[in-house]
C-alpha cells in the first residue's frame, strides 16, 4: 500500500491529481490509509475518474493486487451535477451511495447527526438486555453487569462525539431499570435515586458514571489537543 501511495503523491506534485480541502486553505487531502482500508479524494470529474482508475491499474500491475468492485463505493458531494454523477460511476464502476454506512461501529455521517442517529448505542444495550434474565440475578450480580458491561457500551462512541442529553438520559434508564430488576412486562421502584448511585463508593454511592459527564470530560480532551497539539495532521485539517 505504501507504493500506492506513492504513485498517488506523484500525481499530486505533478498538478494531475486534485486533492480535496476540509477547509478553505485547508490542507489538501487525496488518501487516506488505515489497516487494510483507503479512501480517495479528488474533484468530482471524469478526467480526475480516468486518473484514479490509471492509478489504480498500474499500482495492480506492479502487485497483482485489484480493486474489489463489491466493496468499493462513491461518495459524491451533494452540490455535485447528477448526470456528472452519473457519469463518473458509469466510468469507474462503482456504487455510488448517499452515505458510507459505518466505519470501525461508528456511523459515517457528512450532515449535522440527529438524535435519531444515535439510536444504535441504544440498540445494543437492548440486544445486551434482551440476553439476561434480571430475575434470576441477585442485586450485587446486575449491579456488577451494570457497571462494568453496559455502561462500556457507550464509552468507545462518546470519545468522538457529544451525545444529545435525551440519549444519555435514556441509557442511564435501561441501566436503571435493570439494576431494579424492572422488565418489559414488570416495573419495579427506584429504592435509591440515581444521583446517589452515581455517587463515589467512599460517598456511599455505587460508583456509576454520569453519561453525559463522562462524554463531556472526552470532548474537552479533544479540545486540549486541538489547542496544545498543533501540528498533528487531523488538527492541521481543521484549521
Not at 490509509?33 to 486518473?51: H, N, R, V
Not at 431494579?180 to 416495573?187: C, F, I, K, L
Not at 456511599?204 to 453519561?211: D, S
Amino acid at each position: 500500500m505504501e507504493r500506492l501511495g506513492h504513485l498517488i503523491n506523484q500525481s499530486v506534485t505533478t498538478s494531475e491529481w486534485r486533492p480535496f480541502r476540509f477547509i478553505r486553505n485547508g490542507i489538501p487531502v487525496s488518501h487516506l490509509f488505515f489497516a487494510d482500508d483507503l479512501i480517495l479524494y479528488a474533484a468530482a470529474d471524469t478526467s480526475q475518474a480516468s486518473l484514479i482508475q490509471s492509478v489504480l491499474a498500474t499500482f495492480g500491475a506492479f502487485f497483482g493486487h485489484c480493486v474489489n468492485r463489491a466493496k468499493t463505493q462513491i461518495y459524491f458531494s451533494p452540490n455535485t451535477h447528477t448526470s456528472l454523477q452519473d457519469d463518473i460511476s458509469f466510468y469507474l464502476g462503482y456504487q455510488r451511495v448517499e452515505c458510507l454506512g459505518k466505519y470501525l461501529g461508528v456511523p459515517v455521517l457528512h450532515a449535522r447527526m440527529r438524535c435519531s442517529d444515535y439510536n444504535f448505542i441504544i440498540d445494543k444495550i437492548k440486544e445486551k438486555l434482551s440476553g439476561w434474565a434480571s430475575r434470576t440475578l441477585s442485586l450485587a450480580g446486575r449491579v456488577t453487569l451494570a457497571k462494568f458491561v453496559l455502561s462500556a457500551i457507550p464509552v468507545y462512541f462518546i470519545q468522538t462525539s457529544l451525545l444529545p442529553k435525551r440519549i444519555c438520559a435514556e441509557i442511564e434508564k435501561l441501566i436503571r431499570k435493570f439494576i431494579w430488576g424492572s422488565t418489559e412486562n414488570a416495573s419495579k421502584a427506584s429504592l435509591v435515586n440515581w444521583e446517589s448511585i452515581c455517587q463515589p463508593l467512599d460517598h456511599g454511592g455505587l460508583g456509576f458514571r454520569r453519561i453525559h459527564d463522562f462524554n463531556v470530560a472526552f470532548v474537552l480532551k479533544i479540545c486540549f489537543a486541538i489547542v496544545s497539539e498543533i501540528h498533528a495532521l487531523w488538527i492541521r485539517l481543521l484549521r
